[in-house]
């Protein structure tokens, strides 16, 4: 799913997410050149929401301003 041609959303529904899920939305991050989306897993006994990039960004980095 594309929101507002910015970001991209990626939905499943399994009960824990593996490597491969989370390498899912990343690809389609680099093909379609979109920066940023989200991994929502509602199969999880409560909703899991993963921020994903289609660059590396080491933890605790923030977006810098142009």
Partial sequence: ML??????IENKAVQSLVKAHEAQPVNCLATTGIGIGLLLNFGASSLQ????????????ATAREP
């Avoid at 929101?3 to 991209?8: F, G, N, P, Q, T």
């Avoid at 929401?49 to 605790?60: D, E, F, I, N, Q």
């Fill in 3 to 8: 929101v507002a041609d910015s970001v991209l």
């Fill in 49 to 60: 929401v993963k921020r994903k990039y289609r660059t590396y960004r080491a933890k605790g």
